[in-house]
């Protein structure tokens, strides 16, 4: 009697667990090749305007993302700054292993918070930045492909833990070279959003050389986890990434 009991409710609970389930992400592994050009003019002693173009391809070049972004920066102290208002036009081919349908560009307008500090001879960044994303849509309406414009709309978070260590010297300065790290996390929320985890995170781990007090460069290895807006499709994209910084002081020169 007993085993007919336990094999009745088995077969109750086994059919629930299945559904329970969350089906298998599709996943899949490609190369990326990131760069990036970022201008930071200091027009006064508490505000620099960014500007910076981000240019982000997969396999072998194969075009991913572009990005314009410009912003301006207010230095509240020596370590900390905010951004209370800036803007990126972001172009996204189809693209990958995992192509989106349509080519569907965003507007974005984005705040953030940079604290800086200097613990001995390591340099720590902590910046979080939060983004209102209106996001254009492509529908197929029997065989006609129709923009419906930016229709998409969603918030984001992102927090970005960063390090940077002097190689060969005291500190970072004019022919300096240093280690670079980061690691940045994301997540999205808002009415049209269907996946409510952190949906993205890159980590980063390369070297840096600063020419002079104007010029940066630095390149490494980037790993991207994304995962896409149902929550059932991911890629893992590991590659190079290599960023140029150039700094003018309009203040002084």
Known sequence: MKTATLAVILAALIPAITIAQPAP???????IEWFSWTNNFKVHKRLTILTEGQFRFAGQFEPMQFQFRTAGEVHLTKNLSVVPLAYVYTWNPTYGKQPNAY?????RTWQQVLFKQQVGRVH??????LEQRHVEVHVDQNGEVINEGYD????RIRYRFGMSVPLGKKDIGPKAWFANFYEEVFMSWGKAVTYHKPDQNRVF????????????????FLYQ?????????????????????YNLDLTRD
């Open 25 to 31: 992400r599709e996943k899949v592994t490609q190369g």
């Open 225 to 245: 986890m994304l995962v896409k807006a149902n929550g059932a499709k991911q890629e893992n994209n590991l590659g190079v990434q290599v960023n140029f910084t």
């Open 152 to 155: 998409y709309f969603a918030n």
């Open 124 to 129: 720590f960044s902590h910046r979080g930045r």
């Open 205 to 220: 781990a390369g070297v840096g050389y600063q020419a002079n007090k104007k010029f940066i460069v630095t390149t490494g």
């Open 103 to 107: 080519v569907n560009n965003e507007h």
